[in-house]
């Protein structure tokens, strides 16, 4: 199991990058320490939007298996306005 990276209070288009940048590094890391699946803890998201859904979908299609671990409230509404439950059922199911 990997280190969980943790995602910041606010991913949208203003801060996407940063963290964009931020989770390439993490995920080079992981897979260097042979890590077969991924965590990203969504605990501290306050604010997100299409961007930062996108960069969560780019994730998901680097072809490593991965999960989301803690939802925020926030994030949990943006992902079922957008059709993506389940990466929350995933992420109740492993609590």
């Given at each position: 199991?990997?280190?969980?990276?943790?995602?910041?209070?606010?991913?949208?288009?203003?801060?996407v990058m940063e963290t964009r940048d931020a989770l390439l590094a993490w995920v080079t890391?992981?897979?260097?320490?042979?890590?077969?699946?991924?965590?990203?803890?969504?605990?501290?998201?306050?604010?997100?939007?299409?961007?930062?859904?996108?960069?969560?979908?780019?994730?998901?299609?680097?072809?490593?298996?991965w999960r989301l671990r803690n939802p925020s409230e926030a994030l949990q509404n943006a992902?079922?306005?957008?059709?993506?439950?389940?990466?929350?059922?995933?992420?109740?199911?492993?609590?």
């Open positions: 199991m990997s280190t969980p990276f943790e995602l910041p209070s606010e991913i949208t288009i203003y801060s890391e992981q897979l260097a320490q042979s890590s077969k699946l991924l965590e990203v803890s969504a605990t501290q998201v306050q604010v997100v939007d299409g961007a930062g859904l996108q960069l969560l979908l780019a994730l998901s299609n680097m072809g490593q298996p992902c079922r306005t957008l059709g993506l439950d389940t990466w929350i059922s995933t992420a109740a199911a492993d609590a």
